[in-house]
């Protein structure tokens, strides 16, 4: 992905949808760097009046001059589907055409219930690479969770840009701001009983998974992932911990591989915050994520509370 300035100038408000609470972070990108504006958790949303807890992110937009920014929300990694595809090279001119004729294959809903988006990502650099083709990120998510959220954040007056999955941040977050294609790296973000796991490798672009902490141990699904990026066994694991739990001295810092922000409010924990922050930056810089977007088109709305039905 090359360096371009024009494509890291933005300003996004990111959402995590972390079990029963909102985590939100906002983000300004500029030519020399990311800051953090501000960030916030709402807490236990799903059990509140709508209109409540929205009123408290108006509140919180407003009192920090934000104005009609829509937000971007990730959805929770066991509501998706997330597949990497290797499509023949020749396939890169009729995408689109080739991911549509495996969509039925990669999920279990009936036809037509879904909504997808995908991305190409960059190729692996080690010869005989699981993706020796084009490696394809494709997100699936059925149409009533999609719709379910939108009904949702639109009764709390909640304007939405997009839904996207973390995946898709914590990809382009460290192109973003580290300018440059990340060192192999596995990253586990643990809440509520359960963790996601996201990996880089030299012979694997992408991998996203999520258990729950009832049916494996934390330490049993990292080695299965590190496996799955056959990331040496006779070096240190690049392991990055964030979210919620102990703290894991073996770990690495989240800022060694995600990049760090320039400023931001004392506040802000990048280790706590992480998919929030990624979302965010995702939202300010679009091309530096898949440009994935999951909220149908009617429903996207602008800066300044306009839909693109309504443009």
Not at 40 to 68: D, K, S
Not at 111 to 125: C, H, I, K, N, T
Not at 160 to 166: F, K
């Amino acid at each position: 992905m090359r360096w371009n300035p024009l494509q890291t100038i933005g300003t996004g408000v990111g959402i995590e949808i972390r079990g029963a609470d909102l985590a939100v972070a906002v983000v300004r990108s500029r030519w020399a760097g990311v800051t953090v504006l501000a960030s916030t958790t709402i807490p236990n949303f799903r059990a509140r009046p709508a209109v409540e807890w929205g009123r408290e992110y108006e509140e919180f937009l407003q009192a920090h001059r934000l104005g009609e920014l829509p937000a971007t929300v990730a959805l929770p990694r066991p509501e998706v589907i997330v597949r990497l595809l290797s499509l023949p090279a020749a396939a890169g001119a009729e995408l689109a055409s080739a991911v549509e004729f495996q969509i039925d294959s990669l999920h279990p809903y009936g036809e037509d219930s879904v909504y997808f988006g995908y991305a190409p990502l960059e190729r692996p650099a080690a010869p005989g690479a699981d993706a020796a083709g084009l490696p394809v990120a494709v997100v699936i998510a059925a149409r009533e969770v999609v719709e379910g959220y939108a009904d949702l954040f639109a009764e709390a007056g909640v304007r939405l840009r997009g839904m996207t999955v973390a995946a898709a941040g914590f990809y382009g977050a460290p192109r973003l701001l580290r300018r440059r294609t990340p060192e192999p790296f596995l990253l586990a973000d643990r809440s509520n009983g359960r963790f996601e796991l996201y990996g880089e490798s030299a012979t694997r672009p992408l991998l996203s998974a999520a258990f729950e902490a009832a049916t494996m141990s934390f330490e049993r699904a990292v080695t299965v992932a590190a496996a799955e990026l056959r990331l040496p066994e006779d070096a240190p694991l690049p392991l990055v911990v964030s979210g919620d739990g102990e703290e894991n001295p073996a770990a690495l810092p989240a800022e060694q591989v995600l990049g760090s922000p320039l400023q931001a409010p004392a506040s802000f924990d990048l280790k706590r915050d992480a998919t929030a922050f990624v979302t965010a930056v995702a939202a300010a810089c679009p091309r530096w994520g898949w440009h994935l977007n999951l909220l149908p088109k009617a429903r996207r709305a602008r800066p300044g509370g306009q839909r693109a039905d309504q443009a």
